[in-house]
């Protein structure tokens, strides 16, 4: 098998490799984001318990509401999304932010940001930490 030269024109998997983790997290979050918009906000409560934690425990788990947050945050509804999981609208936020330094990497021809770094910066562990503790508190209020 030869090796590929200059003039061989990229092929998928070639180029899928070159595609970060931050590139990939971005291009799911904006697809996330595009399904929360069009979700409806009127039947989003209705739909079916997808949550392993919840439906072993009946509780909340740290990330459920997410899903009830982010089509309520995509339609201007901000008590509903506050009140299904506060962490919503700040998730859509990191994503758009990810999003745009990604581009703008890229328009620069500069390399993304490592994901490894950003899942190990301070402010990653506080936001962690922060989450859990809400967690916890919601957690308690269920019981």
């Known amino acids: ?55 072993m425990t009946g509780l909340s788990c740290p990330g459920c509401g997410l899903t ?25 936020v990191a994503v758009v932010v990810l999003t745009a330094v990604v581009v703008a990497r890229r328009i620069r021809s500069r390399p993304a940001p490592a994901l490894e770094a950003i899942a190990r910066h301070r402010l990653t562990y506080a936001v962690l930490a922060v989450w859990l503790v809400y967690a916890v508190v919601r957690l308690i209020t269920e019981l």
């Open 68 to 92: 009830r947050s982010w089509v309520y945050t995509m339609h201007g509804d901000w008590a509903a999304a506050l009140g299904a999981n506060i962490f919503g609208p700040l998730l859509i």
């Open 1 to 55: 098998m030869s090796a590929p030269n200059a003039s061989t024109p990229p092929t998928l998997a070639r180029s899928l490799s070159r595609v970060s983790g931050a590139e990939w997290v971005a291009a799911a979050g904006i697809v996330g984001i595009g399904v929360a918009s069009v979700a409806s906000p009127a039947h989003i409560e209705d739909g079916p318990i997808l949550c392993p934690f919840r439906l």
